[in-house]
Nanobody, 115 residues
Framework: QLQLVESGGGLVHPGESLRLSCAAS????????IGWFRQAPGKDREGVSY????????YYTDSVKGRFTIARDNAKNTVYLQMNSLKPEDTAVYYC????????WGQGTQVTVSS
């Protein structure tokens, strides 16, 4: 009943862009601060970007500052991650989840940046 569905990933070349979406069903996403996380094989999961419930406060890890933008449309029950100037080191499976409250993990969406 509580579901997060990530989408928008794909295979791109360095310097290109992707827009990821995190859609919620069965609950009101606007009640949650939401983060984007990523994990590459053999690596720890890391937080990439967070956004507050209203969208007024955002956070980005240093490696993506200036390139990624997080946003939300609570009326659409969706959080977005605009990813510009992608680099090979951005390659990972990207997930979204609550920052303070756990929601069952979605399937993630694969982002591959390769020349």
């Amino acid at each position: 009943q509580l579901q997060l569905v990530e989408s928008g990933g794909g295979l791109v070349h360095p310097g290109e862009s992707l827009r990821l979406s995190c859609a919620a069903s069965g609950f009101t996403l606007g009640w949650y601060a939401i983060g984007w996380f990523r994990q590459a094989p053999g690596k720890d999961r890391e937080g990439v970007s967070y956004i507050s419930t209203s969208g007024g406060n955002t956070y980005y890890t240093d490696s993506v500052k200036g390139r990624f933008t997080i946003a939300r449309d609570n009326a659409k029950n969706t959080v977005y991650l605009q990813m510009n100037s992608l680099k090979p080191e951005d390659t990972a499976v990207y997930y979204c989840n609550g920052v303070r409250y756990y929601i069952p993990w979605g399937q993630g969406t694969q982002v591959t940046v390769s020349s």
